[in-house]
Every structure is written in structure tokens, then in C-alpha cells.
């Protein structure tokens, strides 16, 4: 596997090779099933939106819908219009959803479709929505589209209407439902009013009834984003992912916004519970404080087999930095960091988190791939791999353990419902971490040294 | 027709029940603006069908997307290069969507030169290559007099047809790779045409045709090698498996080269028993006959019980089908067929004409068939028909889940092989196992209890 890979690097600047990003548009179709009743739609070429159905099926289990307008030669030599015209015609007609979010392609992006145009002269049915997004698959990555909707939704819908009405808006990040299911978990306990931009629990996590619904019961509702104006202020987790989408709420409707990390690890989820504190005045209930106290009890526990592991974290920006934190705080040592999305803030971010820890000798990188990643391995050795699915390839050459968190995992189950999130994700974390590192200890020692109490 | 509610009225053509005679089935066609259709585009078929051959470098020439969904999907298996399980791409940005992509293709086809000694590079160019007006037609020459390598273009925009015209595009790139300057000697070997090697099936059909005594030329193109795909002149027969990707393959070598070809299908006992002889009598020499009637007789007798043993929980129960094209589709209902099991939906993602007309005698009289269905519509006429079990691709499984309905993958993500004897039985057990597992029973709500 991956004899290709040689150990001397080389300088590589056009070719990529084993990307740790996807496009745009699959991170827009993503935001967008995080909407109630809501159908994403596709402007583009036939192909790209099946891709990004399959590439979000894949990680979750369960059905992506999105439609497409269905470019044929004539539209990329004439423009889209008539195609999206037509294509807002069928899908209220037939799918009936309550609004249609369109984000664009590579395609419709290069020959200059004007969206906002073609949305104006569309025939929408009375109390229904069209809103749009461009995302243009050769700027940034799944990422960038993925904030990209969330403030498409903003621009066209989210009103002050000088009253507020005394909630909190959520940007949850770049998570799965069982992150978001966690973070609104943790909210109620705090006793605050939210709204939480996108929400995908209940959509891409829905339960099995025997029946297929093409807009199951999650989803932030329309009257919901409307309402985001109105908020007291706004919190953006992730910061590398989410500030865009405050900024947006923040230009539009004047709600103050704050950013914070991917409540990933201890100190992560400590300023998450402390925004959410000072923002509603309560206390942090009993509740909390007890799953914070297992978390710590946990890693007391266990921390001699994880003390100076060294580890290689590739995958979305936030993400990676969250688990570069948690990693720390185990008191392993984050000596690689790649992230495909590329972007300077990823680069001084985990800087500085080494230096907080004062850990040298590890390497950065955004606009990586995971070429390079297993060339670095290759020259220096790490004891275990954090990531998705694609990294298997190199945990199986190099013989190192994956731990699986992030986006896209396409060879488990279960990974989307359970949080990473959080306190209770902190202690999820650290099991699989564990199990990770013990389970090849326990492979790879002699016999007398196998230890039945450890 | 039935089920008014969930169809598009431009869907409507594209939907039959099988007793309805007339025009036929509206096919071949691009998808309506609108539907969520499972449709793949014309990139996407080009890749499959080249991505098999594993000691190619496969270069996506566009934004990094397109590259990234294809990465390492298929499961293709491969004897020993691993190579094409990795992923390389221009992964174009801003400024090459601009100025234009040739500059970064090129240098992007030296850092390749750089560190590996490839054969041949297979340059796809997606959607908007063209658009921004890229000549790689010009980069891949220069490159071939550079490096004295074959570096061959794949235009595959995905808007300039279906999956079926990438499987042209590609069909014409392995002309391109293995027309030789003179027609060698022909031998007595055939080659494989449309057999992507899915979890290992074309090593089962190429030991079948050993124990025959047919010496195989060249895989087109699971497990292949550059090297032995330009051997395929040589061979005295064709053997088309996938025809909807390789029937046009397999017309040009008839032109060029002048090899028949012959049509086989190695899914289902009748249909991988029938094919062996009919390759046998094409190859016309009367050892292999006598050695296939034996082979097929031995492995009737060892399969056919065992098949017998499913067919107690199989038959009666009823099938759906979803898959990419017309030809696996008939294959499955005489599959199903086989095991006593009632087909009642059909659908195709790129059937023909010819391939609907064939599913119709097929099929009972009120099977639905459907070209290019979205999920709305598999769900209205699984959930009509009845279906126990859907036979399908990726997309359609959590669908069919959803609804509690068994599956099957007989698309890339097999789990078994599921062509020849053998694969008969792992298809059988395989549908048996999903559609006879205990967690049918404990799915009712907790109010049904
Ligand atoms: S990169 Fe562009 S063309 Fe490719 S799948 Fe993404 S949007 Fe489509
Ligand atoms: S339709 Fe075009 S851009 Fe989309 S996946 Fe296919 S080739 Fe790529």
C-alpha cells in the first residue's frame, strides 16, 4: 500500500496528491440540510451534485437529498437561467419543500450565472423561499461552502426588527448531529435560549419509522433564522469556520458576536460553558461540574499511557486544532497538523497552541495533503494517527493506529451520532484514544510482558 | 398511471409499467432541471472504467472535488501496483480559473516526472476546462515528446452528456493507448472487456477460462497493466461483459484490430453456464468444448444444491432494482429469477432502448421500469409494489433502510463477488442474510410492541 510514497521530499507545488479538503459545494449542501423543510439545490452539472449526495451518504448512513439544474452543454455556453428557472419550478411542484437554498458550481461560477438575477425572475409559490449561496469550488474548500450557506441564509433572511428577544445564536462549527445534539444538550442545562444555525440533528441522524421523509423532523426552521437578528448576541465555534457566518449576522443585524474554539478538551469546553454563563447569568448546574469531574478523574487515570505520544492530526481546520488541544492535554504531542483547507489564521493558531503548551518541534501546515503527511511520518515516526477515513492507507503502510474523528468517515458506523464535543465528547475522545494506544500495546508486547490489569 | 402525486410530469415518459406498449421508454437523455436524480456525470464514467488500470497515473486536471470523490472508491482489486488508489489533481484555484489551468498541468505533469517513472498518464479535464479554454490536448503532446511517455487526454466535462459518454471518452483514451503501428499475429487468446475487477471477480472468470483452457490476453480493464493492454491486438476474441461501457470498445477493436466480439455475462448460474459455452464454441476448438461442458457440469452439481438450500427463505419475495446500467439489470432479474423471486421494479441509470425492451418481456406484467429515478419515486413504487429487497448502489442504500427494506450493493461497494458460480452463491447469501436478519424483527416503534 502506498509504495509510491518515497521518503524524500520533493518540492511539489501544483501537483496534489490524497487531498484532505473536498469542495465547496459539499459543505453547502451540508449547511443546508441543517435547515428545516429545506431542499438544497444544486447549479451546476448533473455530476457534481450526485457526487456531494454520495460523498455526504457516505459519512453519514443516511439519505442526502439535493437537487440539480442539470447543466447540459447548451446551459455552459448560454448560462443557467433557464435551467434554475425550470429547476424552482419542479422541485416546488413535485418535492414541496418549504424553501430551496442554491449554491453554485466550478461550473456555473466560471461562466458568470448571476444568481441573484435569475432568483428575482424565478416564479416562487406564495410563502415560499429561494435563497442562494456562490461557491465556487476553487476558492478555499467543503469548509468555506459550508459558511458560505450558513451566511447565504443570513443575507436573505435574518431581520432585526428592534426587539430583541433575549437568545443566544449558535454557529455550531463544522460538526456532525451528535456535536450539535450535544452542544444544544449543554445549552439547556445552562438554562440558555438559543438559536442554533445550521442544525443537522434530527436531519442526518433521523431515526429509522419505516417511512422515508424527504425533510425529517430536524433542522433550524425558517422562522427560527429569521429571528437570528433578534438575538442578543452571537457565538461562533470554530473559530476558523464560524466567523464568517457571526460577521455576516453582525453586518446585517447588528448582533455582537463572539468566537471560540470547537469545545473540543477541557479548556475548550470550560469557555464554552463560561461564554454560555456569562451570557445567561446562570450557574453552571451540578450536572456539568460532574461530567467535568469524570473527564478530569479520567485523565488522572490514564495519563502514563498517553504521557508523550506523539500524534498526527489531519482533517478540517477546527477540528484539528480542537484535537491538537485535547491531544496537549493528555500530555501527548501534537508533532504534525494538516488541514487541506487552506488559510494563514490555521498556521498561527496551532502556534500558538504549542507555545501555551510549550511544546516545540511540531509541524503546521494548511493547504496540506496527506501525501506529505505520510512522507513526514515516513522521515519521523508518530505513535498514533487522528483523522478520517483516507488516512487508513497511511496507517496501514507505516503500521500506525487511526483513531477516526472528523469529516469523512466512510468505513464506520455510529462516528455521527456521538459528540466530540463537550465534556462527555472529551471523555469519548480519550477512550478512543486509549483504547487506540493500549490495544497496540497490548498487540505488540512480548508475552510475558502482557499485562492483564492496566 | 399510478402514483401520480410523486412523479414529475416530464418524469412521466421515463416511467412505465410493463404493460403499456407504444414508444417504449424515454432514455438516453439528460436529467430534468430540478429532479434529484442518482445520475453520475460523463468524468465519473470515464474514471471507473480507466481507474482499474493500476499502473497508470490518473491525473484530474480541475478543481479539487472532482478528485476527491473518486479517490480510492472503486473496488477494483489489483495483483500487485497500488498506484491508482492514490489521488492527483491540479486542484485548480482563482488565479488558473483566470489565467488558465495549462501552466499548472504542465508543471503538475513534471512533479509527477520528477520523482516516478510512470507509463502512461490519463489527464481528465472536468467541467470548467474547457470553459476556461485550457488546450490540453496540446500539454499532452508536448509531454509525450518530452518524456516519451503516453500521456492521453480524457475530456470528460460532466455536462456534455451522460456517464454512458465518459464511458466513450474512456473507451477511445485505451484505443489510443493500445493501437500498435502494425497489427501483431493473432493468438489464440481473448481478452476481458468490462470487467472492473470488483472484489476479485475478474480473477474468478479468468480461472474459469483456464479451466477451459482459453488463455487470456489482456483485462480491460480490472487488475490491468499497461503492458498487457497493449498485447490486446492480438487476441482472436473479445468477451463483453459490462456492455453498456464496452460495446463500443469492443466495435472499434472489431474495426481496427478485427476481433469479434461476443456478449457474456457471468451473473447467475444460467447466464455464467451459457456464456462458457458460447466462448467455447466461438474459440471452436473441440478440447475446450469438452473441457467447458465438464467444468459447467461439475460446478452445476456443487452449486445448484446449495443454492437450493437459500431458495427456501428466497422464493416468493420480491425485488427491487437500481443499478447504472441495462445490461447488469437483466442479469439480476434472471438471477432472481433463478431463486424463485418475483421482480417488481426495475430502474437503470444509463439503460438503452434495447435494454428496457428486454427488461419488459423479463419482468411480470404490472413490474414498474424506470429510467434515471430519483428517490421519491423508489420510494412511491417500492413502498407499492412491495418490495423485500432493493438491489442497488451507494445512494440508494440508506434509502432503502429507511423504509426497511433489505439491500444490496452490486455496485462499487460490494462486499463479495458476486460474478460465476461462486458469486452466485455469495449474491444469495448475501440477500438472504440482509433480508432474513434478525434486526427486521426488533425495527417496529416502541408503541407496536
Ligand atoms: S470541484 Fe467543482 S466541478 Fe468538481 S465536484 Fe466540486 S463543484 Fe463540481
Ligand atoms: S459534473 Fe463536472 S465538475 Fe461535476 S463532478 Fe462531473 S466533471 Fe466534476
Same mark, same amino acid.
Given at each position: ?67 440539480? +439544474?442539470? &447543466?447540459?452543454?447548451?446551459? !455552459?455556453?448560454?448560462? =443557467?437561467?433557464? %435551467?434554475? @428557472?425550470? /429547476?424552482?419550478?419542479?422541485? #416546488? ?57 450558513? +451566511?447565504? &441564509?443570513?443575507?436573505?433572511? !435574518?431581520?432585526?426588527? =428592534?426587539?430583541? %428577544?433575549? @437568545?443566544? /445564536?449558535?454557529?455550531?462549527? #463544522? ?280 | ?449
Amino acid at each position: 500500500m502506498l509504495e509510491l510514497t518515497p521518503k524524500k521530499l520533493s518540492d511539489r507545488s501544483t501537483l496534489r496528491i490524497n487531498p484532505i479538503k473536498t469542495c465547496q459545494p459539499v459543505g453547502a449542501m451540508y449547511a443546508a440540510l441543517g435547515v428545516h423543510q429545506c431542499m438544497p439545490h444544486s447549479h451546476g452539472s448533473q455530476g457534481c451534485c450526485s457526487f456531494h449526495r454520495m460523498f455526504l451518504t457516505r459519512h453519514f448512513k443516511d439519505p442526502a437529498i439535493a437537487s440539480s +439544474s442539470s &447543466f447540459t452543454e447548451g446551459a !455552459s455556453v448560454f448560462g =443557467g437561467g433557464s %435551467n434554475l @428557472k425550470t /429547476a424552482i419550478k419542479n422541485i #416546488f411542484d413535485i418535492y414541496d419543500p418549504e424553501i430551496i437554498a442554491v449554491h453554485t458550481t466550478c461550473l456555473s461560477e466560471t461562466i458568470g450565472d448571476d444568481l441573484s438575477g435569475y432568483i428575482q425572475d424565478a416564479k416562487v409559490p406564495e410563502g415560499k423561499l429561494v435563497v442562494h449561496t456562490n461557491t465556487p469550488s476553487y476558492v478555499g474548500s467543503h469548509i468555506t461552502g459550508y459558511y458560505n450557506m450558513i +451566511s447565504g &441564509f443570513i443575507k436573505y433572511l !435574518s431581520e432585526s426588527t =428592534g426587539e430583541k %428577544n433575549g @437568545k443566544l /445564536a449558535l454557529f455550531p462549527g #463544522f460538526v456532525n448531529p451528535g456535536d450539535m445534539r450535544e452542544m444544544k444538550r449543554l445549552m439547556k442545562l445552562m438554562g440558555t435560549e438559543f438559536i442554533m444555525l445550521p442544525d443537522t440533528s434530527g436531519v442526518l441522524d433521523a431515526p429509522m419509522t419505516g417511512n422515508y421523509t424527504m425533510y425529517p423532523k430536524g433542522g433550524t426552521t425558517i422562522a427560527d433564522i429569521r429571528d437570528l437578528g433578534n438575538c442578543e448576541m452571537s457565538l461562533g465555534l470554530g473559530e476558523l469556520t464560524s466567523e464568517f457566518a457571526a460577521d455576516t449576522l453582525e453586518k446585517k443585524c447588528k448582533v455582537p458576536y463572539k468566537t471560540l474554539p470547537l469545545p473540543i478538551g477541557v479548556e475548550n469546553t470550560d469557555a464554552f460553558i463560561m461564554a454560555l454563563n456569562q451570557f445567561s447569568k446562570n450557574e453552571v448546574p451540578y450536572e456539568i461540574e460532574e461530567e467535568r469531574g469524570q473527564l478530569m478523574d479520567i485523565l488522572l487515570d490514564s495519563h502514563q499511557y498517553t504521557h508523550n505520544k506523539t500524534v498526527a492530526i489531519f482533517g478540517d481546520p477546527d477540528t484539528v486544532l480542537g484535537m491538537a488541544q485535547i491531544a496537549l492535554e493528555m500530555g501527548m504531542i501534537p508533532k504534525y497538523m494538516v488541514t487541506g483547507t487552506p488559510g494563514a489564521a490555521f498556521d498561527r493558531k496551532a502556534a500558538a497552541l504549542l507555545e501555551k503548551f510549550g511544546v516545540e518541534g511540531c509541524t503546521a501546515k494548511q493547504a496540506g495533503d496527506l501525501f506529505e503527511l505520510h512522507q513526514w511520518i515516513k522521515n519521523d515516526p508518530v505513535d498514533l494517527l487522528i483523522g478520517g477515513t483516507h488516512g487508513k492507507q497511511v496507517a496501514r503502510a507505516e503500521d500506525i493506529p487511526l483513531v477516526r474523528v472528523g469529516f469523512p468517515i466512510i468505513d464506520r458506523y455510529v462516528h455521527s451520532y456521538l459528540p466530540i464535543v463537550g465534556y462527555k465528547g472529551a471523555i469519548r475522545l480519550a477512550e478512543l484514544i486509549l483504547n487506540a494506544l493500549m490495544d497496540r500495546q497490548d498487540r505488540d508486547c512480548e508475552d510475558e510482558d502482557l499485562e492483564m490489569v492496566m | 398511471m399510478k402514483n401520480d402525486a410523486a412523479i414529475l410530469p416530464e418524469r412521466a415518459q421515463s416511467i412505465r409499467f410493463s404493460e403499456c406498449s407504444g414508444d417504449g421508454i424515454k432514455c438516453e437523455s439528460a436529467s430534468v432541471s430540478g429532479a434529484v436524480s442518482q445520475r453520475a456525470c460523463v468524468y465519473c464514467g470515464a474514471r471507473v472504467v480507466l481507474n482499474p488500470i493500476t499502473d497508470a497515473f490518473h491525473l484530474v486536471h480541475g478543481p479539487i472535488g472532482c478528485a476527491s470523490y473518486t479517490w480510492d472508491i472503486r473496488g477494483s482489486l489489483s495483483s500487485d501496483e497500488e498506484g491508482y488508489r492514490n489521488s492527483y489533481s491540479t486542484d485548480l484555484r482563482e488565479t488558473d480559473v483566470i489565467f488558465g489551468g495549462e501552466k499548472k498541468l504542465v508543471a503538475a505533469i513534471d512533479e509527477i516526472m520528477a520523482s516516478h517513472a510512470p507509463k502512461v498518464i490519463f489527464i481528465y479535464a472536468t467541467c470548467i476546462v474547457g470553459v476556461i479554454g485550457d488546450d490540453i490536448d496540446a500539454v499532452c503532446r508536448n509531454a509525450e515528446a518530452k518524456y516519451g511517455i503516453r500521456v492521453i487526454p480524457v475530456k470528460s466535462p460532466g455536462f456534455s452528456g451522460t456517464k454512458k459518454t465518459g464511458y466513450k471518452m474512456a473507451c477511445n483514451a485505451i484505443m489510443s493507448l493500445i493501437t500498435p503501428a502494425v497489427l501483431p499475429e493473432k493468438t489464440c487468446g481473448v481478452n476481458i472487456l468490462g470487467d472492473f475487477n470488483l472484489a476479485g471477480e475478474m480473477w474468478i472468470i479468468k480461472n474459469y477460462l483456464r479451466r477451459i483452457g482459453v488463455e487470456v490476453v489482456a483485462n480491460i480493464t480490472g487488475d490491468a497493466k499497461v503492458e498487457d493492454l497493449k498485447q490486446a491486438p492480438s487476441a482472436q476474441l473479445n468477451l463483453v461483459q459490462c456492455a453498456g461501457s464496452m460495446t463500443y470498445l469492443a466495435k472499434q477493436m472489431e474495426e481496427a484490430f478485427l476481433i469479434p466480439f461476443i456478449k457474456v455475462s457471468f451473473f447467475g448460474v444460467t447466464d455464467t453456464s451459457d456464456s462458457l459455452m458460447r466462448i467455447a464454441y466461438a474459440v471452436g476448438d473441440k478440447e475446450v468444448i469438452q473441457r467447458a461442458k465438464a467444468f459447467i457440469e461439475e460446478e452445476k452439481n456443487r452449486v445448484i444444491p446449495l443454492l437450493n438450500k437459500y431458495k427456501k427463505n428466497l422464493e416468493g419475495k420480491k425485488a427491487a432494482i437500481y443499478v447504472g446500467g441495462g445490461f447488469k439489470a437483466i442479469s439480476l432479474i434472471r438471477q432472481f429469477n433463478e431463486f424463485g423471486m418475483n421482480t417488481v421494479m426495475v430502474g437503470t441509470q444509463t439503460g438503452s432502448k434495447d435494454d428496457y425492451e428486454v427488461i419488459s418481456h423479463l419482468v411480470d406484467e404490472d413490474a414498474v421500469i424506470l429510467d434515471d429515478a430519483n428517490p421519491a419515486e423508489l420510494e412511491a413504487f417500492m413502498k407499492e409494489m412491495g418490495a423485500d429487497i432493493l438491489v442497488g448502489g451507494v445512494k440508494e442504500r440508506p434509502l432503502a433502510y429507511k423504509l426497511g427494506v433489505a439491500f444490496c450493493d452490486h455496485n462499487h461497494e460490494r462486499k463479495h463477488p458476486l460474478a460465476g458460480y461462486e458469486g452466485t452463491l455469495n449474491f444469495a447469501s448475501e440477500i438472504n442474510l440482509s433480508m432474513n436478519s434478525p434486526v427486521w424483527e426488533i425495527i417496529g416503534g416502541i408503541n407496536n410492541v
